[in-house]
C-alpha cells in the first residue's frame, strides 16, 4: 500500500502499517512512553491500540519534519492530537481503517477534514506486480 498526503493549508504527515497479531512490546521498549503502556494496559484491543499510537506518533514525526530525529517517547498522544512534550505546538490526527489489517493515521499542524481516495493501482496497471 502506498499513501499520500497533501494540503495547501497545513503541514501534513501521515503513516500506514500492517496490523501484525504477533506483537511483542520488547521491541518498541525504546519509542512508547508511560502515558503508552497506560493506554495499552486500559485497552480492550491491545493489537489495535498498539497501532492507533505507532501510526499516531509517526505521522506526528512525518508532518513535524525532523522524522525519527524527534524522540518519539516525547510525543504525548490525547483525544484527536498530539504534543510534543518539550514544545506547545499541537498536532491533530486522524485514524483511517479502508482496508482490513491496515491501520492508517493523518496528522497536521492545524486541524482539517481528512478525504481518502483510494485507487487500486494493481487493477489499473494489469498484474505487474
Not at 23 to 41: A, G, H, P, R, V
Not at 93 to 122: G, K, M, T
Request: aromatic letters at 14%; proline letters at 2%.
Amino acid at each position: 500500500m502506498v499513501i499520500c498526503a497533501v494540503s495547501e493549508r497545513a503541514e501534513v504527515g501521515v503513516d500506514v502499517e500492517f496490523i501484525k497479531d504477533d506483537l511483542s512490546l520488547n521491541d518498541y521498549t525504546n519509542f512508547l512512553n508511560e502515558q503508552d503502556y497506560n493506554l495499552l494496559k486500559a485497552s480492550d484491543d491491545f493489537v489495535d491500540t498498539f497501532y492507533k499510537i505507532w501510526t499516531a506518533k509517526e505521522s506526528v514525526m512525518k508532518a513535524d519534519g525532523r522524522g525519527f530525529n524527534l524522540d518519539m517517547k516525547k510525543i504525548d498522544l490525547y483525544d484527536g492530537y498530539a504534543l510534543i512534550n518539550t514544545e506547545k505546538r499541537s498536532w491533530y490526527f486522524h485514524w483511517l481503517n479502508p482496508i482490513p489489517r491496515y491501520q492508517i493515521a493523518v496528522c497536521s499542524n492545524r486541524e482539517v477534514n481528512v478525504q481518502l481516495n483510494y485507487y487500486d493501482i494493481q487493477n489499473q496497471i494489469g498484474s505487474t506486480f
